[in-house]
């Protein structure tokens, strides 16, 4: 499956965070990330996320059966796409 990852954490928090994420999916910008993962990966990602989180933070997950089942826009000066489908 595709999963993207969007976290709003306090900032002391961030770096464990990013970290985190950065081994396991691809950085695309300031707190998204995305990727391909098992259902078994995805439930580790989601488990170890929930364990680093205060009480006010929180992370919002997107699922697909494939990346190619995400439309993908992008807007601004380094934006390597305009639409990928």
């Known amino acids: 499956m595709f999963l993207i990852v969007i ?3 306090n900032a ?5 965070v990013n970290a985190y994420l950065k081994r396991h999916l ?3 910008q300031n707190s998204a990330f ?3 993962v ?4 995805f439930a580790k990602i989601r488990s170890d996320l929930k364990k680093m989180l205060g009480e006010k933070e929180k ?3 997107y699922l697909a059966e494939s990346k190619n089942a995400v ?3 992008e807007i ?10």
């Open 7 to 9: 976290y709003d954490v």
């Open 12 to 16: 002391a928090n961030c770096p464990k």
């Open 26 to 28: 691809q950085w695309v």
């Open 34 to 36: 995305e990727g391909q």
């Open 38 to 41: 098992t259902s078994a990966q």
């Open 59 to 61: 992370v919002t997950f």
């Open 71 to 73: 439309e993908k826009a």
């Open 76 to 85: 601004g000066p380094n934006s390597l796409t305009s639409w990928v489908v």
